[in-house]
């Protein structure tokens, strides 16, 4: 039966034990390009994960194909999906990285790391989070806070962030998931896109122009619903990644973004943004999820009483 994995001559590896790994153990760049590829089910959203570009990943696993010597990932109708050897491999590193990992956190919980991990959703991040840094900080009274912009749920277990903030339907929640608020939508547009194509009459006809969007029409199609508008064609406009790319592509004259005041509260009031039709509609909302495996720390406690007692007065 001929061989399915990629093959070359090797010299054998003979066992030193001053170097028990020397020879045996594979760069582990390439591991964990491997590791998030297979986690993931994506080269790009491998490299998103682990911070280098796409077609980095796809080199570390291009070589660590020929270092092991078998075909490890393969293509498919759904996208990467693992062979048969590399099920084998994806196994046995990501139960390994996970036991470095869980490792890790339990050294740096016994040092007392100082250091407060909030992942958050991109647009809530930027344009809220990251101008209330300072009180954030004195709310949980120690520690720097290390904040990231991520459209994804940390992996809590193994210490990737003490809470996440995330958005979504409310009654369709992460487990473990507290609600903050639902905070009511709007379209929005620069003066300078008003110049161009004018005021809008009514909604019906906003449904007409170029709208800006997330990675889908689905958010747009749920406003209008519940405005009570019946959409008898195709939604236009850019779909983009989040709501903060949303966000600079109405700064800058690209369509109608849908917004809320914890985002555009300042640009509306300095004139930079314009509300468009006085309308009270709620799409989805904010959530607040921590770990429920292990004590928390108590400043996940007082973060919460912040951030609620905050956005709550905020809107």
Avoid at 174 to 179: E, H
Avoid at 282 to 302: F, M
């Amino acid at each position: 039966m001929p061989k399915t994995g990629t093959s070359r001559n090797r010299r054998s590896t003979h066992f030193n034990p001053e170097r028990p790994l020397a020879g045996r153990l594979p760069p582990l760049i390439m591991l964990r390009a491997f590791e998030a590829t297979g986690r993931t089910g994506s080269m790009r959203k491998a490299a998103n994960d682990i911070g280098i570009s796409h077609t980095v990943v796809s080199r570390h696993i291009r070589n660590l194909e020929v270092w092991i010597g078998w075909k490890l990932l393969a293509a498919g109708p759904r996208g990467i999906a693992l062979t048969p050897e590399g099920r084998s491999l994806f196994a046995t590193t990501t139960a390994a990285f996970q036991s470095i990992a869980g490792a890790a956190a339990q050294l740096r919980s016994k040092v007392g790391s100082d250091e407060f991990h909030i992942w958050c959703v991109p647009g809530l991040a930027t344009r809220w989070l990251i101008p209330r840094l300072e009180q954030i900080r004195r709310a949980i009274s120690s520690g720097e806070v290390l904040l990231r912009a991520v459209d994804r749920s940390p992996d809590f277990v193994h210490g990737e962030a003490d809470l996440m903030i995330g958005f979504g339907d409310f009654d369709n929640l992460p487990d473990r998931a507290v609600p903050l608020l639902q905070p009511r939508m709007f379209p929005v547009a620069s003066p300078a896109w008003l110049e161009r194509h004018g005021m809008p009459d009514s909604l019906e006809d906003l449904t007409r122009l170029p709208l800006i969007h997330e990675e889908s029409y689905a958010q747009w199609t749920s406003w209008f619903e519940q405005a009570g508008i019946d959409i008898q064609h195709t939604l236009t406009g850019p779909r983009l990644w989040d709501a903060n790319l949303g966000f600079d592509a109405a700064m800058a004259g690209q369509g109608v973004a849908l917004t809320s005041n914890l985002m555009v509260a300042r640009e509306i009031e300095n004139g930079r943004l314009v509300e468009l039709f006085n309308t009270d509609i709620r799409v989805g909302g904010y959530y607040l999820i921590t770990s429920g495996s292990k004590p928390q720390d108590e400043r996940i406690a007082r973060f919460r009483a912040w951030i609620e007692h905050s956005i709550t007065n905020f809107e």
